[in-house]
């Protein structure tokens, strides 16, 4: 868009290029050449050929040509403008070949105006006008369409010849433009502006308008289905004023025609075999700003599956075999999907079996009289087809084997159609390249040859991300890491990470070489510190830091695959742990030296847990997973399942346990595929052995983030504690121990009520301490369905959701409710109803809750978003069933931090 043409210039020295301006659907422009036979063009004013002047003035003419004369060229050589002419000198000529001369003239698109005349004894005058050179080109008036969207579609470019042909064929790319965007209302008039030296600037005034909306979608012959519901299944929308977040509400004709077969395969999928769309009219309102959309339909009727058979032409095939693969049963609807689902499942199964070239075709026979229809798939022998060469386009960075390894064939295999589908799925998911990749098929040097060509383009692969953000489970942090996932172009990846909050931080570096030895086999190692600061809930709902946790330590890692889709890893891990407790806080002075390194943990202070827990241990572990995998995107699935059973053995020196665990996930694309639903379950167990317990930081933890609608280790097992004061002075209950809680009861005399026998008080709710043990076996579920967005929203990486999560957290031996009241006691001031009273922290009470499998359910919805400032996750969850001691939150998120 440009400002440089005022409107006084525009008016004194622009000249309007176009009869009239070019909008909506009546896209109008003019032409410069004339054409065969001399059509005139009124839009432009162009001459017919009754208005080209004739060669010569005389009704018969001829002779030979003496010499040729040429005036008003200004650009282009007189010799270069005789060869034009296909005339010399000692060439006789009549009316028919001058004509002929003049219209070749006009076909080199150099001229605006040439005329021949013959002066006599063959000396021929050629008067040319020349068209002028594009200087430049300006955009003006364009608001919602950029300049780098519009100038692809202009052919024009400084320096070329300017014709009104060129002139005219980019404002009818302009306007189509504009269409696409919705803008029907839309309007282009080209006009120049002359220079001297036979040049000119050529302007695209731009009349934008409005978007043009869909206001209604009408749909005639419909009676199975409602016409919401039909509404429901098309791609475009009708306009409202909620939809600010959508694009679809616009007319598109390749979306209307998207929409057709849409209705059809949706009736298709419901038995309606017989189904069509008889007619789609979009009818554009006067003020070119509303879209009136009709579908006539035929439903037609409801078929049922009928006899259903398999058939084998080929020897080595037993159709036995694969019969039962088909899942369609006589009598169920007939639904179109499942015979391609069936057809699909056929050809795989034959391919994976070594039968590349088993193809299976339906033959159908639709019974009008019971309607029914009979299904029998063939499965015959497809024509030989070998791959001849494979070839990889677009891979700047990235060498061409780290492509090829992916294949699941190789030059010259049998072409196989699945395979060739499932070397997509896994070049795809290297996370190298756009997602616009594909694999096509060309052909070869024969009719028995195919060649398949890779058309990717690069996308970053390095990350280098400085951030700091706010979590609300990790308060403020800030992050800084290095990660490169095809180091060197060789698909090797590279990491470092650095992480620092109010509550943890750590150094994690690691490297993998996805093919060691260019053989299918991964090797990877890491190392790391990482520190943690444990916390407990206090009454007011505050955290206080409990325990820190210093873990240094590192694994190998090796993995290979077993199939196609089943893989195996082993890895080795040797880790260093030291837990400890601010001594100051939770240890008693009990030699009282005003040192507290010599001294015991106090289980009063820190209980009974936590003392158990400190001290250095060392792990050295040893485990395997094994994992199957079939999706379309490793990154981000849309179809598919996976699933991870894993096993660690730890007790090669230093602690002893066993622990196990299952992952599994199921993805499917719903409702044309706008919709992508995920259901998913994972558990886990751990167990000691040879006398070792489990330590509370070897244990699972539950809550947000995997758990929502819960806290951070809000979900399971967990220990209330509560401390006693003895009741000395002039008071009533003297003697007695109370309880410390926030909870304080007067009745009307003034006296303090009795609750199990105690005599509750008010201290500082500091004093009552929440702290999660974890569990030693959980489960957790899930279901989240992804909703989509318009194309703009989901470019930018947001993908909205709701969800609903399952779990629970258990298997923590202890003993019921105790109190610790032998423990060594302290003075300490009660204040009870505003009066101070003298006591002694006489013991503590723990309370021990959550320790069930019952589960916890909580709903929801969600949004994540690959921001400039890194991810960005927020989910609104409210847990609907829960148990005694878990801790609920109902908006959590994390700006700046993996999750």
């Not at 009408?218 to 098309?234: A, H, Y």
């Not at 024509?383 to 960075?397: A, F, K, L, Q, S």
């Not at 943990?601 to 820190?606: T, Y």
């Not at 302290?826 to 101070?836: C, H, L, Y």
């Amino acid at each position: 868009m440009s400002n440089g043409f005022s409107a006084a210039r525009r008016s004194a020295r622009t000249f309007l290029l176009l009869a009239g301006s070019v909008s909506g659907l009546a896209v109008a422009a003019g032409a410069q050449e004339l054409p065969e036979g001399a059509q005139s063009d009124p839009l432009f004013g162009a001459q017919s050929e009754a208005e080209v002047p004739a060669a010569v003035s005389q009704p018969e003419i001829s002779g030979i040509v003496r010499s040729i004369t040429i005036e008003g060229n200004e650009r282009l050589e007189p010799e270069t403008i005789v060869s034009y002419l296909g005339l010399s000198a000692g060439q006789q000529y009549d009316r028919l070949i001058l004509d002929q001369a003049l219209k070749s003239l006009y076909a080199t698109s150099l001229f605006a105006d040439a005329t021949i005349t013959d002066r006599g004894d063959g000396d021929l005058l050629v008067r040319v006008q020349e068209n002028p050179v594009v200087n430049r080109i300006v955009l003006e008036g364009n608001e919602r369409v950029k300049d780098d969207k519009i100038a692809p579609e202009i052919r024009l470019a400084p320096r070329q010849i300017f014709t009104r042909a060129k002139a005219r064929s980019d404002v009818e790319r302009i306007v189509e433009l504009y269409r696409r965007q919705g803008r029907f209302a839309a309007s282009v008039e080209p006009l120049i502006v002359p220079l001297d030296q036979n040049r000119v600037d050529v302007v695209f005034d731009i009349e934008e308008g409005p978007k043009s909306k869909v206001r209604r979608i009408n749909i005639v012959g419909n009676e199975e289905f409602s016409d919401g519901q039909l509404r429901g299944e098309i791609a475009t929308r009708e306009a409202k004023w909620y939809r600010i977040f959508t694009s679809n509400d616009t007319y598109d004709p390749d979306r209307s025609a998207y929409d057709q077969q849409v209705l059809r395969q949706f009736y298709l999928t419901e038995g309606f075999a017989d189904f069509r769309v008889v007619s789609s009219v979009a009818e554009l309102a006067p003020n070119k700003e509303d879209f009136l959309i009709t579908y006539v339909i035929d439903e037609g009727e409801r078929y049922n599956f009928g006899e259903i058979e398999l058939e084998s032409e080929i020897r080595d095939i037993n159709a036995d075999t694969f019969r039962s693969l088909i899942g369609i049963k006589e009598g169920d609807v007939y639904n179109a999907r499942r015979v391609e689902d069936t057809i699909e499942q056929l050809q795989e199964t034959a391919g994976l079996i070594g039968y590349a070239f088993a193809d299976v075709q339906p033959q159908f026979t639709r019974n009008r009289d019971d309607l029914t229809m009979d299904i029998i798939f063939v499965i015959r022998e497809a024509p030989r087809v070998y791959v001849e060469r494979i070839d990889i386009n677009g891979n700047v960075i990235t060498r061409d084997k780290v492509v090829r390894r992916e294949f699941r064939l190789v030059e010259g295999d049998p072409f196989n159609s699945f395979l060739v589908s499932r070397s997509e799925a896994r070049i795809r998911s290297l996370g190298f390249f756009q997602e616009d990749l594909s694999i096509e098929q060309r052909p070869g040097s024969g009719p028995d040859k195919v060649v398949l060509e890779v058309n990717a383009q690069e996308q970053a692969t390095g990350e280098l991300q400085l951030s700091a953000g706010f979590s609300s489970f990790e308060r403020f942090l800030v992050s800084g890491s290095i990660r490169q996932r095809n180091f060197r172009g060789l698909g090797q990846e590279l990491r470092a990470t650095v992480n620092w909050s109010s509550y943890s931080r750590s150094v994690d570096l690691g490297f993998t070489e996805p093919y060691l030895f260019n053989r299918n086999l991964a090797l990877g190692a890491d190392i790391y510190r990482r520190d943690i600061n444990s916390f407990s809930f206090t009454s007011s709902g505050d955290r206080r830091t409990t325990y820190e946790q210093v873990s240094t330590g590192g694994q190998i890692r090796t993995g290979f695959p077993i199939t196609e889709f089943w893989s195996s890893s082993v890895r080795y891990l040797l880790q260093f742990d030291e837990i400890s407790l601010d001594r100051s806080t939770y240890f008693s002075d009990t030699n009282g030296n005003g040192e507290f390194d010599d001294d015991e943990c106090n289980p009063l202070a820190a209980g009974r847990f936590l003392c158990d827990a400190i001290g250095d241990r060392t792990t050295s572990a040893v485990g395997f997973s094994l994992a199957y995998d079939n999706t379309d995107n490793r990154i981000r699935p849309s179809r598919g399942h996976r699933f991870v059973l894993s096993q660690t053995l730890a007790g090669l020196g230093g602690v002893k346990y066993i622990r196990s665990q299952v992952d599994a996930d199921k993805y499917w694309r719903l409702f044309g595929s706008n919709f992508i639903f995920n259901v998913g379950a994972e558990g886990g167990f751990i167990t000691g052995y040879g006398g070792d317990e489990i330590r509370i930081n070897d244990r699972f933890f539950l809550g947000e983030p995997r758990m929502r609608g819960f806290d951070i280790r809000g979900v399971g097992p967990r220990v209330i504690r509560r401390r006693y004061v003895r009741v000395s002075g002039d008071y009533e209950g003297e003697g007695e121990l109370i309880p410390v809680t926030d909870l304080i009861t007067q009745n009307s005399d003034g006296s303090i009520s009795l609750e199990d026998g105690f005599v509750v008080a008010d201290l500082d709710e500091d004093n009552r301490q929440d702290d999660s043990l974890g569990g030693e076996a959980y489960y957790l579920a899930k279901a989240e369905l992804q909703l989509p967005l318009s194309q703009g929203l989901s470019e930018l990486g947001i993908r909205p959701s709701i969800f609903v999560d399952v779990g629970a957290l258990w298997n923590v031996d202890f003993d019921e409710d105790s109190d610790l009241i032998d423990l060594p006691t302290i003075d300490s001031a009660v204040i009870i109803d505003g009066e101070t009273v003298t006591g002694q922290v006489a013991g503590v009470q723990e309370r021990f809750l959550g320790d069930t499998p019952k589960p916890r359910v909580s709903i929801g919805i969600g949004t994540s978003w690959n921001s400039p400032f890194g991810p960005f996750r927020f989910d609104l969850a409210k847990a609907i069933v829960s148990q005694d001691g878990d801790d609920e939150q109902l908006f959590q998120f994390n700006v700046g931090t993996s999750f």
